[in-house]
């Protein structure tokens, strides 16, 4: 077998072991609000609305591990979660005077306003641990960096 086909093999473990942790009942299928989730455990980073659209695409209210399999393999899929650069850079466009940091307000309002919108609930679970200053500040770069290495 080469390695090609071994990883292959490996991904399919991977998918299927995935699929069985969410399979608490042990029917073969999985209640479609658990899809994100699923998504998610094998590396995959879907958005809120790709989400949405994929579980308008599943007829019912449960899937099974073939309907998981093709959503996995959907063209374009798999979207990594970027670069910490990437998102550091945006941060800078809301530090007009280049600090390196940005007001805990602030940056609740653009978690909860922009893009893909978090819940208060969300932004206060992310917070957890960051150090703000006594000017009630966070260094957006360490904060980005703590994100994406949990």
Not at 78 to 93: A, E, H, N, R, S
Not at 114 to 122: C, H, P, R, V
């Amino acid at each position: 077998m080469d390695s090609n086909q071994d990883g292959v093999s490996q991904n399919t473990k991977t998918y299927k072991d995935a699929f069985a942790l969410f399979d608490k009942k042990g029917t073969g299928k999985i209640p479609v609000e658990h899809l994100g989730d699923l998504l998610r455990a094998v590396g995959q980073n879907p958005t809120l609305a790709e989400i949405s659209d994929l579980q308008d695409s599943i007829k019912g209210s449960e899937f099974d591990f073939d309907t998981y399999q093709e959503i996995i393999n959907r063209p374009g899929g798999f979207k990594p979660l970027g670069l910490p650069d990437d998102y550091i850079k945006g941060f800078q466009v809301f530090d007009k005077d280049h600090t390196g940091y940005i007001g805990v307000g602030e940056l609740r309002y653009i978690l909860t306003s922009i893009g893909e919108k978090l819940t208060d609930s969300e932004v206060d679970e992310l917070l957890k641990g960051v150090e703000v200053t006594p000017e009630g500040n966070i260094d957006y770069v360490e904060f980005v960096k703590s994100i994406l290495d949990q």
